[in-house]
C-alpha cells in the first residue's frame, strides 16, 4: 500500500511528518504481528481493572483490527508514529475517527490505539506507580463513560487519555501535566523583565479587542513583521486583548521567549477542582520538579493551556474575585477565534454561571476559548 493510498483510508489528515516515517515503515511492514496482541490487550484490561465483559469486548476489538488487512496497516502505521516514534509531546493525532472497521465503532477504534499506547507504557516505560494509577484511572473512566453515553464498550475523550495512556501525562496537586510545544501564532518576546504577546498572523480584530471569525464583525486586522532589526506587530494585553495598532520592539532591547516548538508544560484542568492561585502555583512546582527528572531533554520554559476557562469574556458574567478571574488574572491570556455559548459541555446545564453565559450571548457577546501561558520565572508570584 503506497502512502497516497494509506491517506485515503483516514478519516482525517495525516500531520506532515507522516510521510517521512511511512517509507521505513512500510520496508519492515509485519502483517503477521497483532497491533494489539490478545496478552497484551490481557494486561491492559487487567492492570486497569475494567469490568469482565469490558475485558472480552477489548479482546474483541483487537482482533477485529488485527484480522482486516486494511485496518491492520492503518492502525500499525498509527501506532508506529504514536507510540514508537514520536515523542509524546509534539503528537497531534488527538482525533475520535481515523478509520473504520467492520463491525467496531470509531470509539472501539480509538480504544484499541489507546490500549496499545498503554500496554507500551506498562511493559517498558514504566512510570512511577502512584502517578501511573492515575492514567490507569483514565482508561477505566473513559472506558466506563463509553458504555454509559453509547451503550457500548470503548473510549471517549480519547485524545486526553492517548496522553495518559502514553506515559507521558500526569496529575500533580489539582492539575493534569504533559510535556509539550507553544503554537506559533502568537510569539512572546521579553527584555528580561517582562513578556510581550505579539500577534504573529492575520487576525480581525472585534471591537472589544477579540479576535472574530470574518471582517464584517472586525474594526482591523492584525499584522506581523521582523527583521534583524525589530518586530512590527500588535501586541496582546495580559487580559487577552489585541490592540488594533501595531507596536515596534527593538531586538536590542527584546529577544524571542516563545515561539513554535518551543518547550512548554501543558496543563488539562479536571472537573471540580479547587481552582485557585495558591493551588496553581503548589501544582506547577510539583510538575516542574518531576518533569525535569522524567523527561531531562524537555527544556521548559512555560506553562500552558487552552479551555474556555480562560475566556477573557468571563469578566462580563463572573465577579471580579471569583476564584477563576483571580487565577486568570495571574497569567498571560491569549486569545482564540473558537467560539462556545451556554451550551458548551463543559459547564453544568442550569448552573448560574451557564445561565448568566446564555443572558450574555441573547445580548450579541460572542464567548471565545482562550490560551495562556505563564514563564517559570513568574511561577513565584502566581499567588501573589
Not at 488487512?69 to 502505521?77: G, L, R, S, V
Not at 477504534?109 to 502517578?131: E, Q, S, Y
Not at 495558591?278 to 501544582?283: R, S
Request: with cysteine; hydrophobic share 40%.
Amino acid at each position: 500500500m503506497t502512502f497516497t493510498e494509506l491517506k485515503a483510508k483516514y478519516n482525517f489528515p495525516l500531520p506532515e511528518y507522516a510521510e517521512y516515517y511511512y517509507a521505513d515503515f512500510i520496508a519492515s511492514y509485519d502483517r503477521s504481528k497483532p497491533v494489539l496482541s490478545l496478552e497484551d490487550a490481557s494486561i491492559v484490561a487487567d492492570t486497569a481493572k475494567i469490568p469482565e465483559e469490558a475485558k472480552a469486548e477489548l479482546l474483541r476489538c483487537a482482533n477485529a483490527i488485527n484480522s482486516d488487512d486494511d485496518a491492520h496497516i492503518c492502525a500499525a502505521f498509527l501506532c508506529e508514529l504514536t507510540v514508537y516514534k514520536r515523542k509524546p509531546w509534539v503528537n497531534y493525532i488527538y482525533q475520535d475517527d481515523h478509520f473504520t472497521v467492520e463491525g467496531l465503532t470509531k470509539q472501539q477504534v480509538g480504544w484499541v490505539i489507546v490500549a496499545t499506547m498503554l500496554a507500551n507504557t506498562l511493559i517498558n516505560k514504566k512510570p512511577p506507580a502512584d502517578l501511573n494509577e492515575e492514567n490507569l484511572n483514565a482508561f477505566r473512566g473513559y472506558t466506563q463513560n463509553c458504555f454509559n453515553v453509547h451503550g457500548h464498550w470503548g473510549i471517549t475523550e480519547w485524545h486526553w487519555n492517548m496522553l495518559c495512556a502514553s506515559g507521558c501525562m500526569f496529575m500533580f496537586g489539582i492539575l493534569k501535566f504533559v510535556p509539550s510545544e507553544f503554537t506559533g501564532d502568537f510569539p512572546v518576546i521579553t527584555n528580561g523583565r517582562e513578556y510581550i504577546s505579539l500577534a504573529g498572523n492575520e487576525f480581525f480584530i472585534g471591537k472589544e479587542g477579540e479576535l472574530v471569525d470574518c471582517e464584517e464583525k472586525s474594526v482591523g486586522k492584525t499584522s506581523f513583521y521582523e527583521d534583524d532589526e525589530k518586530y512590527v506587530a500588535h501586541v496582546v494585553s495580559k487580559s487577552g486583548v489585541v490592540d488594533l495598532n501595531p507596536t515596534e520592539f527593538p531586538k536590542r532591547e527584546w529577544s524571542d521567549f516563545l515561539r513554535g516548538g518551543s518547550h512548554t508544560i501543558d496543563i488539562h484542568i479536571p472537573a471540580k477542582v479547587e481552582y485557585t492561585p495558591e493551588k496553581f502555583k503548589e501544582a506547577f512546582k510539583l510538575a516542574l520538579d518531576f518533569f525535569k527528572d522524567y523527561y531531562p531533554d524537555h527544556e521548559t520554559k512555560a506553562f500552558a493551556c487552552y479551555s474556555w476557562i480562560l475566556s477573557a469574556q468571563l469578566k462580563k458574567v463572573m465577579a471580579e474575585d471569583s476564584n477563576i478571574l483571580r487565577v486568570n488574572s495571574k497569567l498571560h491570556l491569549l486569545p482564540m477565534i473558537g467560539t462556545f455559548n451556554g451550551d458548551i459541555m463543559f459547564i453544568r446545564k442550569g448552573s448560574s454561571l451557564q445561565q448568566r453565559i446564555e443572558a450574555e450571548c441573547a445580548k450579541g457577546t460572542e464567548f471565545h476559548f482562550g490560551v495562556m501561558y505563564s514563564p517559570i520565572s513568574e511561577l513565584e508570584d502566581l499567588d501573589k
